[in-house]
């Protein structure tokens, strides 16, 4: 049955569910192994900082103290190619954990999240 509230304990479902996923996706995966290792201690806590930033995003806990900006774009060879597979993925798994107002809130919120990272990239890189 698919979640209808968005709270802590549902998106963290979402991040676990949408990161084993994401490991495995032939474009995604190479640069999650080579941003965070196969190392399960530095994939926990990868996922408690992505649970953090979006529980921050859709809950506005302001648990999230990182860099969004910065972190991605230090990432070498990211480009339009990896955010739209990223986009399609996220919304798939958001698709298939919550019913369809909450999982279009979490698209939502996921495309705006895409351009102002891809613009920032862009104004970074020169």
Excluded at 56 to 64: E, P
């Amino acid at each position: 049955m698919p979640y209808d509230t968005i709270d802590d304990e549902s998106i963290a479902a979402l991040i676990v569910e949408f990161y084993e996923e994401a490991r495995r996706d032939p474009v995604l995966g190479p640069i999650f192994l080579r941003m965070v290792g196969e190392d399960e201690a530095a994939w926990a806590l990868h996922l408690r900082k992505v649970h953090d930033f979006w529980s921050s995003v859709m809950l506005a806990t302001a648990r999230y103290d990182g860099r969004p900006m910065q972190a991605h774009a230090m990432i070498e060879g990211l480009g339009p190619a990896h955010f739209a597979r990223w986009l399609v993925l996220f919304g798939m798994v958001a698709d298939r954990l919550f019913v369809p107002d909450a999982a279009a809130a979490f698209r939502a919120k996921a495309d705006k999240m895409a351009v102002a990272l891809q613009n920032g990239i862009a104004l970074a890189r020169g």
